[in-house]
């Protein structure tokens, strides 16, 4: 077998301060295209969240009869839930497996700070999960016979609303990533941390529908988001440290 | 550069496993740590790589840019533990690939570190298809992209062929001569020219402490002048 390098010693990146937060940058960038990988392999659950979303709207009319007057009274609420539950139904791997298989040991070596790499990892998650089911949202508003005028106030909130979703899931992903079968407690861990993005989602559904204004609820549900981005790398790298104890 | 471990204590499950173990390893050697079945090897590189904080002492790392440690030595080291990080569902370059976009590193650096470990026919396979020899020198070649100073191996030859432990013992001697540190726990003799070497012993609570108030000592493997304790304690942090 051959050395592994043939043109002298091999040189040790020691990079310059400017040079550093380029390499970070990379190295995110890396992890993010890594998952997005991942997740659009087979079993990588990337487009599972998505057709678990279209059947969990498409399911609930069965339930609850055909009427038109009933179902556009209730869309908000069976969308902003379908689109917990989906957000939910991946977490439990983002950062399990990769506690599994020893990746989260590099990634702990990354040229980024933990908390950076949450930040990256949930932004896949989001990628592969939030952004799709905003996008398919209208047409299953339609279906359920959302008034045309609410449907640009659903999709606001869900853009501004699912980031939330993956954040405050990445710290229930991260407190469970070395517990097996770990997905149940996820869920009974983060769902009651979803209700405020769920109150102030539908609540501008509602309003618009209502011909109420309905960007304070937008802005809170915002708010939220924000506060999860500030708040939830910080929380689940700390947890992720204590997992690899 | 030198690596300094300097008098640490490790404590898991409230159990005590290292106490008061000092050693250094100046650029360009290799350290084999040795011991019984769970005397703390594993522990000791954990430790090393930040995973495991110590209840006391520190890991330092003296170099061009002064002396790093803890969360500043962590972009230092390659770790390459029991598990290799490999993901089945992409393919063998893929996944060296992932690695080296995480340290910047090009792509003819990864063809080149795959052939360093043999395995540039599986290039383009999926990583599922690998034995498991392969895959943990697929583990043991994102060493090579990572570029990183201190190697850190947990028992690198398990599962490994005979040519193909002698080709990691022949990477880990390149490595050292460009300057570079590796940490080796195995009790399989690698066949390295020089290492240092360091014997670890379960730890016993009932044992006196010895003299210098080290609760335990890391009995030299040979006469090294590398294992001194250092009086220098607590000039960082």
């Given at each position: 077998m051959p050395g592994p390098s043939d043109d002298g010693a091999p040189g040790f990146e020691t990079p310059a301060k400017p040079g550093v937060r380029l390499q970070m940058i990379a190295a995110l960038v890396a992890i993010i295209?890594?998952?997005?990988?991942?997740?659009?392999?087979?079993?990588?659950?990337g487009a599972v969240g998505l057709a678990f979303f279209v059947l969990a709207v498409v399911l609930i009319p069965f339930g609850v009869g055909r009427e038109p007057e009933t179902l556009a009274r209730i869309a908000a609420g069976i969308v902003w839930v379908s689109a917990l539950l989906a957000a939910l139904l991946s977490l439990d791997r983002l950062f399990q497996a990769d506690a599994e298989d020893g990746t989260l040991e590099q990634l702990m070596l990354a040229d980024a700070p933990l908390e950076a790499v949450v930040m990256a990892k949930t932004a896949a998650h989001w990628l592969t999960t939030g952004l799709p089911i905003t996008l398919v949202a209208p047409l299953l508003a339609v279906m359920l016979n959302m008034p045309g005028a609410s449907i640009p106030a659903m999709m606001a909130a869900m853009l501004v609303g699912t980031p939330a979703l993956s954040l405050t899931g990445a710290v229930g992903a991260a407190l469970t990533a070395g517990i097996r079968r770990g997905g149940l407690l996820v869920s009974i861990l983060v769902l009651p941390l979803y209700v405020p993005t769920l109150i102030f989602g539908a609540r501008t559904v509602e309003n618009a529908t209502l011909g109420l204004p309905w960007a304070p609820p937008l802005l809170l549900t915002a708010g939220i988001s924000l506060g999860a981005a500030a708040l939830a790398p910080v929380a689940a790298a700390y947890a992720l440290r204590i997992t690899l104890r | 550069m030198e690596l300094r471990i300097e008098s640490i204590t490790a404590r898991r499950g409230g159990r005590t496993i290292l106490a008061g173990l000092t050693a250094s390893v100046p650029g360009g050697r290799a350290l084999i740590v040795t011991g019984p079945n769970g005397a703390g090897k594993s522990t000791l590189l954990r430790m090393i790589a930040g995973f495991l904080p110590p209840v006391s002492g520190r890991v330092v790392?003296?170099?061009?840019?002064?002396?790093?440690?803890?969360?500043?030595?962590?972009?230092?080291?390659?770790?390459?533990?029991?598990?290799?990080?490999?993901?089945?569902?992409?393919?063998?370059?893929?996944?060296?690939?992932?690695?080296?976009?995480?340290?910047?590193?090009?792509?003819?650096?990864?063809?080149?570190?795959?052939?360093?470990?043999?395995?540039?026919?599986?290039?383009?396979?999926?990583?599922?298809?690998?034995?498991?020899?392969?895959?943990?020198?697929?583990?043991?070649?994102?060493?090579?992209?990572?570029?990183?100073?201190?190697?850190?191996?947990?028992?690198?030859?398990?599962?490994?062929?005979?040519?193909?432990?002698?080709?990691?013992?022949?990477?880990?001697?390149?490595?050292?001569?460009?300057?570079?540190?590796?940490?080796?726990?195995?009790?399989?003799?690698?066949?390295?020219?020089?290492?240092?070497?360091?014997?670890?012993?379960?730890?016993?609570?009932?044992?006196?402490a010895a003299p210098g108030g080290d609760g335990m000592s890391p009995r030299p493997g040979a006469e090294d002048p590398f294992l001194a304790g250092h009086d220098d304690a607590g000039a960082f942090r």
């Open positions: 295209r890594r998952d997005l990988a991942l997740a659009l392999r087979l079993g990588g659950g | 790392l003296h170099g061009d840019e002064g002396p790093l440690g803890g969360s500043a030595l962590q972009p230092r080291l390659a770790y390459a533990g029991h598990l290799d990080a490999v993901k089945p569902a992409l393919g063998v370059a893929q996944n060296l690939m992932l690695w080296a976009g995480l340290s910047g590193t090009g792509s003819a650096e990864v063809d080149r570190a795959l052939a360093a470990v043999s395995l540039e026919t599986m290039a383009s396979r999926p990583a599922g298809e690998c034995s498991a020899g392969q895959r943990r020198r697929l583990g043991l070649a994102r060493l090579l992209v990572s570029k990183r100073p201190v190697w850190m191996m947990d028992e690198p030859t398990a599962s490994l062929d005979r040519a193909s432990a002698e080709a990691v013992s022949a990477l880990v001697e390149t490595h050292c001569e460009g300057g570079g540190i590796a940490v080796i726990a195995t009790h399989l003799d690698m066949g390295l020219r020089d290492p240092l070497s360091l014997e670890i012993a379960p730890f016993d609570p009932d044992r006196p």
